[in-house]
């Protein structure tokens, strides 16, 4: 009896089984008849069954920020570096075809508070934007940053220099168009370490405009009491150190300077005269300022110093940022500085290597010129295998083994839309470096620079 139950259930099942079966394959026979003209494109998605939702990889088309995404050309960074001359000649081959190369709206990083967490998941996704090394994390660096336009170009800065222990100051031109601004205060508003400059100024070339949106950021920085160095950069530079490369360097300056300082080369004319904006009327009869010598001679300098040629860019130390702020003699010459020609160039300098000033991390040794790393410029003493502007080598594909050697710590300049794939190499290799802690290359390069030795 038990048996004969079992054989009618089992029956009854298979029965049930095999309905099933024709059913499904009946609506499978007719949905593939009905389609059978494009069957052949129809992709079906696969579906992976996971034990935790969070290992699973978002559909790209969920991304809110796609579109922010720069493109990326078809090169072996990796072979460039190393001097491959048929990847040089694959990479310059696609530089000859672009035409318009392909950018970024200025309007596209418009982002809403809501939008942040979004923005900072796809664009700063990489770990050492969200916890850096227990080394890194005790010597938090300090960055101004200067720019006119190119949002996509400060973008692509600040994801390489961002570490969550720094903090970052952007100077916005006043003469920047309101998209611009909107976009700079939009990306700036989803961090708590990115500030924007409290007061703007209008920069105009050589003149001290271009001194005092770097002194805005300094006094909005220096309110912030846990960094060590402070770096001072435009939008149109890179990095060639990683965040942990820069702190094991500064690390070993032990809270000296790296300013250049020129006692010799320093042209004496920019500071001996008094400069002045004057408007003056171009091609198109509109009235563009520019900065003209007059016959009028100036004072001596305040603090019985001497005026030393310089860099407008440096490493800085926190004590010197406080120095520049707080002496009378550094507040003197500043407003003494106000109608020379180029005062970026000459300030920093001064205060540094007059050593009865006695400048935290002040600069002792009297050669000339300098030893210093904190910029590399080619201002046509080398080969430029870019284009050159204003006497400065804008930095090409050519130039990739030449940078990949350099101590410097910054290299100046870079334009995403005349050379986007130099920009995009040196991008790449910070990126992948940033993710390992190696030791520094060539220490014994920066223990032995003169402001450390004894003189």
Same mark, same amino acid.
């Given at each position: 009896?038990?048996?004969?139950?079992?054989?009618?259930?089992?029956?009854?099942?298979?029965?049930?089984?095999?309905?099933?079966?024709?059913?499904?394959?009946?609506?499978?026979?007719?949905?593939?008849?009905?389609?059978?003209?494009?069957?052949?494109?129809?992709?079906?998605?696969?579906?992976?069954?996971?034990?935790?939702?969070?290992?699973?990889?978002?559909?790209?088309?969920?991304?809110? $920020?796609?579109? #922010? *995404?720069?493109?990326?050309?078809?090169?072996?960074?990796?072979?460039? +570096?190393? &001097?491959?001359?048929?990847? %040089?000649?694959?990479?310059?081959?696609?530089?000859?075809?672009?035409?318009?190369?392909?950018?970024?709206?200025?309007?596209?990083?418009?982002?809403?508070?809501?939008?942040?967490?979004?923005?900072?998941?796809?664009?700063?996704?990489?770990?050492?934007?969200?916890?850096?090394?227990?080394?890194?994390?005790?010597?938090?660096?300090?960055?101004?940053?200067?720019?006119?336009?190119?949002?996509?170009?400060?973008?692509?800065?600040?994801?390489?220099?961002?570490?969550?222990?720094?903090?970052?100051?952007?100077?916005?031109?006043?003469?920047?168009?309101?998209?611009?601004?909107?976009?700079?205060?939009?990306?700036?508003?989803?961090?708590?370490?990115?500030?924007?400059?409290?007061?703007?100024?209008?920069?105009?070339?050589?003149? $001290?405009?271009? #001194? *005092?949106?770097?002194?805005?950021?300094?006094?909005?920085?220096?309110? +912030?009491? &846990?960094?060590?160095?402070? %770096?001072?950069?435009?939008?149109?530079?890179?990095?060639?150190?990683?965040?942990?490369?820069?702190?094991?360097?500064?690390?070993?300056?032990?809270?000296?300077?790296?300013?250049?300082?020129?006692?010799?080369?320093?042209?004496?004319?920019?500071?001996?005269?008094?400069?002045?904006?004057?408007?003056?009327?171009?091609?198109?009869?509109?009235?563009?300022?520019?900065?003209?010598?007059?016959?009028?001679?100036?004072?001596?300098?305040?603090?019985?110093?001497?005026?030393?040629?310089?860099?407008?860019?440096?490493?800085?130390?926190?004590?010197?940022?406080?120095?520049?702020?707080?002496?009378?003699?550094?507040?003197?010459?500043?407003?003494?500085?106000?109608?020379?020609?180029?005062?970026?160039?000459?300030?920093?300098?001064?205060?540094?290597?007059?050593?009865?000033?006695?400048?935290?991390?002040?600069?002792?040794?009297?050669?000339?010129?300098?030893?210093?790393?904190?910029?590399?410029?080619?201002?046509?003493?080398?080969?430029?295998?870019?284009?050159?502007?204003?006497?400065?080598?804008?930095?090409?594909?050519?130039?990739?083994?030449?940078?990949?050697?350099?101590?410097?710590?910054?290299?100046?300049?870079?334009?995403?839309?005349?050379?986007?794939?130099?920009?995009?190499?040196?991008?790449?290799?910070?990126?992948?470096?940033?993710?390992?802690?190696?030791?520094?290359?060539?220490?014994?390069?920066?223990?032995?620079?003169?402001?450390?030795?004894?003189?």
């Amino acid at each position: 009896m038990q048996f004969t139950i079992n054989r009618r259930l089992l029956r009854n099942n298979c029965l049930f089984f095999l309905s099933v079966f024709f059913i499904l394959e009946f609506i499978h026979l007719s949905f593939f008849k009905r389609h059978d003209s494009f069957s052949k494109e129809i992709k079906l998605p696969s579906i992976n069954i996971l034990s935790n939702n969070k290992y699973q990889k978002a559909s790209p088309n969920t991304k809110l $920020f796609q579109h #922010l *995404q720069p493109f990326y050309y078809p090169i072996s960074c990796q072979n460039l +570096y190393e &001097s491959d001359s048929d990847e %040089l000649k694959h990479a310059l081959a696609l530089l000859a075809d672009i035409k318009n190369p392909s950018s970024i709206a200025d309007q596209s990083y418009n982002i809403t508070k809501e939008q942040c967490q979004n923005y900072r998941s796809e664009r700063f996704n990489e770990q050492f934007h969200h916890e850096d090394t227990p080394i890194n994390r005790k010597f938090p660096l300090a960055f101004s940053i200067l720019m006119y336009e190119n949002v996509e170009q400060f973008e692509r800065l600040l994801r390489i220099l961002y570490r969550p222990q720094n903090v970052y100051c952007v100077h916005v031109d006043k003469d920047a168009t309101s998209h611009v601004l909107q976009a700079v205060r939009s990306i700036a508003q989803c961090f708590d370490n990115v500030i924007l400059a409290s007061k703007q100024e209008k920069v105009l070339y050589a003149t $001290f405009s271009r #001194l *005092q949106a770097d002194i805005n950021c300094m006094e909005d920085l220096i309110k +912030y009491p &846990s960094w060590k160095y402070l %770096l001072n950069a435009a939008n149109s530079e890179l990095p060639l150190k990683t965040n942990s490369e820069l702190v094991k360097i500064l690390t070993i300056y032990r809270g000296y300077n790296d300013i250049e300082g020129r006692w010799k080369s320093r042209n004496v004319h920019r500071t001996e005269y008094s400069w002045q904006v004057i408007d003056t009327a171009s091609g198109n009869q509109e009235q563009v300022p520019q900065i003209r010598k007059t016959d009028e001679k100036k004072k001596p300098p305040p603090g019985n110093v001497e005026i030393v040629k310089g860099s407008a860019y440096g490493a800085f130390s926190r004590a010197f940022i406080e120095f520049v702020h707080t002496s009378s003699i550094a507040k003197e010459l500043l407003d003494w500085s106000r109608d020379t020609y180029s005062p970026d160039e000459h300030y920093w300098a001064t205060l540094n290597y007059n050593t009865h000033l006695h400048p935290p991390g002040g600069y002792k040794a009297k050669s000339d010129p300098t030893n210093w790393t904190a910029r590399f410029v080619n201002w046509g003493e080398r080969n430029c295998y870019g284009r050159i502007i204003r006497g400065i080598c804008v930095f090409g594909t050519v130039d990739l083994p030449t940078l990949f050697n350099r101590h410097e710590l910054f290299a100046n300049k870079f334009h995403i839309n005349a050379d986007p794939i130099a920009y995009q190499c040196l991008e790449e290799l910070l990126v992948n470096k940033s993710k390992l802690d190696l030791p520094l290359n060539d220490a014994t390069f920066y223990r032995q620079m003169p402001f450390l030795l004894p003189t």
